[in-house]
């Protein structure tokens, strides 16, 4: 009886531990699409903001010939 109790409770303990592996797993995927999806925005918001920059430039530099 004694044997079935701990067979019983590791049975339990291993499909715990598989639990939180698979959803260690499922956080680390989840974790690398948003870093890159972090970098990709963060390139183009860099692009963008240039872009604006570039803009006022030639703005501002208009307005200094009139």
Known sequence: ???????I??????ALSLEILNKDYNNSDLMQELQKQDSEYLEKIIKQNEEILNLLRKEAKWKSNY
């Open 1 to 7: 009886m004694r044997n079935n109790i701990i067979d």
């Open 9 to 14: 409770t590791s049975l339990l303990l291993q």
